[in-house]
Each structure stands twice: as structure tokens, then as C-alpha cells.
């Protein structure tokens, strides 16, 4: 079993700055993607941005320029910097990591982690 543990949420002004952290213990296939998801009430959850074990990153359009991730192999742990925070980005964060070995997806989640930018 995989287990995701997140950290760094909390509340912010505007134009502030948040450091999200994810840690991944258990039974993890070296090749992966971590990620970093959210969703607002009333809304769809969707993707923040992902980074490969490579280190290839995506991001959404929406925080392009001002959110940075970075993963640390050996500790199994994804990074989140938020950086010029807009009310906007107010969600709940999860950290998310996934792998395909033959056939199969496997798919792990978070708990969630609130950020609140205050305008």
C-alpha cells in the first residue's frame, strides 16, 4: 500500500507565498509522476502541475510563472511553491502519484491539504 502525506497549507494574503510538501512511503515503482491537484467548492478537481521521476514538469495555464515543482527522488517527495498567491487559488490541495507497470495504472491519493488566500 502507498501512502501520501502532505503539509504546508494554510492561509495567506495575496501576493503571498505557500510551500506545499508530499512525502510517498510504501511499495513505489521507480519510473512515476507526482502531482499536485485542487479543487474549490463547487468545482471540478484539476490538475496544478506534475513532474515526471525525469524531472520533465507541466503546469497549468493558470499558475504558469508563479507555482514551482520540484520532487526529491530519494525522499519520494513532491514540492509545491506558490508564489504571488491570487484568491483564486483557494482550494484543497492533493498530492497525487501514479505509475503504469504492463497493463495496470496505479493511482495514489492524498489527503488534502486546505489553502485560503485571503484578498
Known amino acids: 500500500q502507498v501512502q501520501l502525506v502532505e503539509s504546508g497549507g494554510g492561509l495567506v494574503q495575496a501576493g503571498g507565498s505557500l510551500r506545499l510538501s508530499c512525502a510517498a512511503s510504501?511499495?513505489?515503482?521507480?519510473?512515476?509522476?507526482m502531482g499536485w491537484y485542487r479543487q474549490a467548492p463547487g468545482d471540478q478537481r484539476e490538475l496544478v502541475a506534475a513532474?515526471?521521476?525525469?524531472?520533465?514538469?507541466n503546469y497549468a495555464d493558470s499558475v504558469k510563472g508563479r507555482f514551482t515543482i520540484s520532487r526529491d527522488n530519494a525522499k519520494n517527495t513532491v514540492y509545491l511553491q506558490m508564489d504571488s498567491l491570487k484568491s483564486e487559488d483557494t482550494a484543497v490541495y492533493y498530492c497525487?502519484?501514479?505509475?503504469?507497470?504492463?497493463?495496470?495504472?496505479?493511482?495514489?491519493w492524498g489527503q488534502g491539504t486546505q489553502v485560503t488566500v485571503s484578498s
Open positions: 510504501g511499495m513505489i515503482f521507480s519510473f512515476n509522476v
Open positions: 497525487n502519484i501514479q505509475w503504469r507497470r504492463v497493463t495496470k495504472k496505479y493511482d495514489y
Open positions: 513532474i515526471t521521476s525525469g524531472g520533465s514538469a
